[in-house]
């Protein structure tokens, strides 16, 4: 709801500071009031949103504010008071074979590949999005052996996953097969557990402290190659470009079938926003990965063995205990959004492989246990509320990038801490 009425906002040139959502829409509803005519878009809703909480007038109150909504689920647009709804058919035999040779070039046309293409993209049922992924992952492929074993690859997938149907999770699987080196496969994954429109310099972040390119020596080199493989990601179709050249996107369908990927292959634990997982503290247990970023967890353990988990992430909704990260020795990537410590968790002292912390947005007074991670290289306290750097910063010999960036009532930073860090970049 609040990151919805920023994007308006931002449609609208104006900013809304206010953390109250009702004074938030009172003025989105003000400011819309002065437009004549709007139209406003609503894409991709999986479940009830109140428009009149964001603060959209009704027809009632503004007949030239036209709202037009898009949902994979014809009962949300319903229980949203939908006046008219409108399918979207998938696109007929001859138009999906035309997208296909489009994207995947004259080699579909080949006389010796034409009759396999063409069951290649019958195998998309008319889907564009599979239809692009799937051509443009073939359309290198020259030998006759590779498309058939595509379409063998098409077999409609015996995974359900609640909204995506068996051919496109089997055309978008089968994408991610095709992509040649592993490094490119991991960073798609991991671009899974990230928000729309994510920076790039984020995904650095985790792909530095998971040890993903460990013979890369610098910030600087891991920078370039995230770079590349996110635009790599980009031209497969799997990625979507964002807002600006230093993010990108995520199709809500390819991110589903991502994460199903990662449950399953990978022992990696991300919960969604409409995720609420029985006994999850056992599955956590035996996770490599956990985002709770989004979850419906009000509460953790007070100590929890996890031998094997490199990278846990959670937000402001779940209390921390003091505890917590005793059993957790192999932790490479710590993250908290938006958490509001007096004083961060004691246990964050036992994690003496932790590279990567991000404590974003946090409310902390007190940081100086961080001067025990002695091999922490990455530490990003963006928009956190600290007043003052702590001199156990300076403890950090390790520390190659440290990101202060908005912390706007940072007042302190103590003589010679950021001159002990030598390798900082």
Request: with cysteine; net charge negative; glycine share 4%.
């Amino acid at each position: 709801m609040r990151k919805i009425q920023e994007e308006i906002a931002e449609k609208l040139g104006m900013t809304i500071s206010e953390n109250s959502i009702d004074m938030r829409a009172a003025r989105l509803r003000k400011r819309l009031g002065k437009e004549n005519r709007v139209l406003i878009i609503l894409d991709d809703i999986w479940k009830f949103l109140d428009i009149g909480a964001l603060g959209i007038p009704s027809a009632d109150q503004h007949k030239g504010c036209k709202i037009l909504i898009t949902s994979r689920k014809l009962d949300v647009l319903n229980s949203m008071g939908s006046q008219k709804s409108l399918p979207i058919d998938v696109l007929k035999e001859d138009e999906a074979w035309n997208l296909f040779k489009d994207v995947a070039g004259p080699i579909a046309e080949r006389s010796d590949l034409q009759s396999t293409a063409m069951k290649v993209a019958q195998k998309c049922a008319g889907l564009p999005l599979a239809i692009t992924t799937v051509s443009k992952a073939l359309k290198h492929k020259e030998n006759l052996s590779e498309w058939k074993d595509a379409l063998e690859r098409l077999k409609p997938s015996e995974i359900n996953s609640e909204g995506i149907t068996a051919e496109a999770y089997s055309a978008i699987e089968m994408s991610y097969r095709y992509l040649e080196r592993e490094e490119l496969k991991y960073t798609f994954l991991l671009c899974s557990i990230m928000d729309h429109d994510a920076a790039i310099e984020d995904l650095l972040k985790y792909c530095r402290g998971l040890g993903l390119f460990h013979r890369l020596d610098t910030i600087e080199k891991v920078r370039d190659r995230v770079l590349t493989l996110v635009n790599e990601l980009i031209e497969s179709s799997l990625l979507l470009a964002g807002s600006t050249s230093e993010r990108f996107d995520m199709h809500d369908v390819v991110r589903d079938v991502a994460i199903s990927i990662t449950s399953r292959d990978l022992r990696w634990l991300a919960l969604g926003k409409e995720d609420v997982i029985e006994e999850w503290k056992d599955t956590m247990r035996n996770s490599h990965l956990v985002s709770l970023k989004y979850a419906k967890v009000s509460e953790l353990p007070d100590e929890l063995e996890c031998p094997d988990l490199t990278f846990f992430s959670t937000d402001d909704s779940v209390e921390v205990p003091d505890n917590f990260f005793k059993g957790m020795q192999r932790l490479n990537v710590l993250e908290f959004d938006g958490t509001n410590f007096t004083t961060l968790p004691f246990s964050l002292g036992f994690l003496k492989t932790l590279c990567t912390l991000r404590l974003i947005g946090c409310d902390v007074e007190d940081i100086a246990i961080l001067g025990e991670l002695e091999n922490l290289e990455i530490l990003d306290l963006r928009c956190s509320g600290m007043k003052m750097l702590p001199k156990e910063i300076g403890q950090l010999t390790k520390l190659k990038l440290l990101d202060l960036s908005d912390c706007d009532d940072l007042e302190v930073i103590p003589p010679n801490v950021l001159s002990k860090l030598s390798k900082l970049e």
